[in-house]
């Protein structure tokens, strides 16, 4: 797989094409960011943004993480110093979930958003930019609290973000792409207080998985069943056997009329075939033995076919998720002893 195909693979959009293939000429030594909001547990949407960062880090790109313990403040998420035993957690989630020590620098926003330069630059984002634009760019972040200001200066840091970490290339989920457009749109019309650049980086955005038991919209932490790395082997094997998976990559909508996608095809398309070069789904010899699959298309064909039954699938997810999460339980563990 060439440089451009992995920094791009399972990227739901690339803005823009023309600047990532750029940067793939010559990735090494460039800079990319995920900006993370300190929750204490890494949850399967922080590891599937974690897997595209395990991508660009093999491409050559050096990985910067920001736990954004201000933008946590913020978001009325706890005092400081709570934030920051939080965001201590994950970085050592993080590591164990595969990011390599060497080329990866945890970053924490009290670092350098509270210094004058970066407050003077907010300043002048929150002179420029209208509150509608600020608005529909805090709507993923706000959910369905009720808007405070606070919300507002959100995704203002967000676009700063990426100029102060001297960044080449921005990921994020793909409810990040109003705060990325923003940066874009805003950032090069900057006077600047700093010696940063100011020009827009490109920018790629993550699928967001499905309901894991509807299929019905997008996975949650806070509502719904999630995986996350404080889940056992059985837990995993629990919430997985529960999920909605029809044997078809595009499932009929509910009854309700709502578009549903299959999150056992999603999870194994974006977290578990970037990590492992073979899936053993193990069967009975009476059910015709074990299946190898080296790629995500030929599984979710046999699903199709019927040669491969919904169940063993999810046993096999089952499988392949416990151990990408086991090494970073195991450091819940140790920190908790």
Same mark, same amino acid.
């Given at each position: 797989?060439?440089?451009? !195909? /992995?920094?791009?693979?399972?990227?739901?959009? +690339? @803005?823009?094409?023309?600047? #990532?293939? %750029?940067?793939?000429? *010559?990735?090494?030594?460039?800079?990319?960011?995920?900006?993370?909001?300190?929750?204490?547990?890494?949850?399967?949407?922080?590891?599937?943004?974690?897997?595209?960062?395990? !991508? /660009?880090?093999?491409?050559?790109?050096?990985? +910067? @993480?920001?736990?954004?313990? #201000?933008? %946590?403040?913020?978001? *009325?998420?706890?005092?400081?110093?709570?934030?920051?035993?939080?965001?201590?957690?994950?970085?050592?989630?993080?590591?164990?979930?595969?990011?390599?020590?060497?080329?990866?620098?945890?970053?924490?926003?009290?670092?350098?958003?509270?210094?004058?330069?970066?407050?003077?630059?907010?300043?002048?984002?929150?002179?420029?930019?209208?509150?509608?634009?600020?608005?529909?760019?805090?709507?993923?972040?706000?959910?369905?609290?009720?808007?405070?200001?606070?919300?507002?200066?959100?995704?203002?840091?967000?676009?700063?973000?990426?100029?102060?970490?001297?960044?080449?290339?921005?990921?994020?989920?793909?409810?990040?792409?109003?705060?990325?457009?923003?940066?874009?749109?805003?950032?090069?019309?900057?006077?600047?207080?700093?010696?940063?650049?100011?020009?827009?980086?490109?920018?790629?955005?993550?699928?967001?998985?499905?309901?894991?038991?509807?299929?019905?919209?997008?996975?949650?932490?806070?509502?719904?069943?999630?995986?996350?790395?404080?889940?056992?082997?059985?837990?995993?094997?629990?919430?997985?056997?529960?999920?909605?998976?029809?044997?078809?990559?595009?499932?009929?909508?509910?009854?309700?009329?709502?578009?549903?996608?299959?999150?056992?095809?999603?999870?194994?398309?974006?977290?578990?075939?970037?990590?492992?070069?073979?899936?053993?789904?193990?069967?009975?010899?009476?059910?015709?033995?074990?299946?190898?699959?080296?790629?995500?298309?030929?599984?979710?064909?046999?699903?199709?076919?019927?040669?491969?039954?919904?169940?063993?699938?999810?046993?096999?997810?089952?499988?392949?998720?416990?151990?990408?999460?086991?090494?970073?339980?195991?450091?819940?563990?140790?920190?908790?002893?």
């Amino acid at each position: 797989m060439d440089a451009h !195909d /992995l920094i791009t693979r399972n990227a739901t959009e +690339v @803005v823009t094409e023309e600047e #990532v293939r %750029a940067l793939a000429e *010559d990735p090494d030594g460039k800079r990319v960011y995920v900006g993370y909001e300190p929750s204490g547990v890494l949850h399967i949407g922080h590891m599937l943004t974690a897997t595209k960062l395990i !991508d /660009l880090q093999e491409a050559g790109f050096e990985v +910067v @993480v920001l736990l954004a313990d #201000v933008h %946590a403040y913020l978001n *009325d998420k706890g005092t400081f110093a709570e934030i920051r035993e939080t965001a201590e957690r994950m970085r050592d989630q993080f590591l164990a979930y595969g990011l390599d020590a060497e080329s990866t620098e945890f970053v924490y926003g009290s670092e350098f958003q509270l210094d004058e330069e970066y407050v003077l630059d907010t300043h002048e984002l929150e002179v420029s930019t209208t509150l509608n634009r600020a608005q529909r760019a805090m709507a993923e972040i706000q959910g369905g609290d009720t808007a405070k200001v606070s919300h507002l200066v959100y995704p203002l840091m967000q676009a700063l973000d990426i100029v102060y970490l001297d960044l080449d290339l921005a990921v994020g989920g793909l409810d990040q792409r109003k705060v990325h457009m923003l940066h874009r749109e805003q950032i090069p019309a900057m006077a600047g207080e700093s010696d940063h650049d100011y020009e827009a980086r490109p920018c790629l955005h993550t699928p967001i998985l499905a309901d894991l038991d509807t299929g019905v919209g997008k996975m949650s932490s806070s509502s719904g069943t999630t995986i996350s790395m404080e889940d056992s082997a059985e837990d995993i094997a629990e919430k997985i056997n529960g999920a909605f998976c029809p044997p078809t990559r595009d499932p009929e909508p509910d009854d309700e009329g709502n578009e549903r996608e299959n999150p056992v095809l999603e999870i194994f398309e974006y977290s578990v075939f970037p990590r492992f070069d073979t899936v053993v789904v193990e069967r009975p010899e009476e059910y015709g033995g074990d299946l190898e699959y080296d790629d995500y298309e030929s599984l979710a064909a046999d699903l199709e076919s019927g040669e491969l039954h919904p169940a063993d699938a999810k046993g096999a997810l089952a499988d392949s998720l416990n151990e990408l999460i086991a090494p970073g339980r195991e450091v819940l563990r140790e920190l908790d002893a």
